[in-house]
Nanobody, 115 residues
Framework: QVQLVESGGGLVQAGGSLRLVCAAS????????MGWYRQVPGKQRELVAS???????NYADSVKGRFTISRDIAKNTVYLQMNSLKPEDTSAYYC?????????WGKGTLVTVSS
């Protein structure tokens, strides 16, 4: 098992930046995949970015070139650097940890991008 706690959300103007932080309760190198998802009311949760234990990253097309996922294994932390934010990035952002097919989710952090 793993507990995940997100932070770093907030209100930002379009074009601005935020960095989301996901703190894990265990060594993240033991987690097969960690990722960031987002969800707005009435829509399905969608993948934003993920990073595997081997360090392979994956991004949604809508955020490529603007968002960067990274990790600090020593701190058991995964980051999502979000630049050039757009109003359509407004959402609740959730951290995911996948351990051998079992998914663990944080409670989310809200990002609001004003136009």
């Amino acid at each position: 098992q793993v507990q995940l706690v997100e932070s770093g959300g907030g209100l930002v103007q379009a074009g601005g930046s935020l960095r989301l932080v996901c703190a894990a309760s265990r060594n993240i190198f033991s987690i097969n995949v960690m990722g960031w998802y987002r969800q707005v009311p009435g829509k399905q949760r969608e993948l934003v970015a993920s990073i595997s234990r081997e360090g392979i990253t994956n991004y949604a097309d809508s955020v490529k070139g603007r968002f960067t996922i990274s990790r600090d294994i020593a701190k058991n932390t995964v980051y999502l650097q979000m630049n050039s934010l757009k109003p359509e990035d407004t959402s609740a952002y959730y951290c995911l940890g996948n351990i051998l097919g079992v998914e663990y989710w944080g409670k989310g952090t809200l990002v609001t991008v004003s136009s």
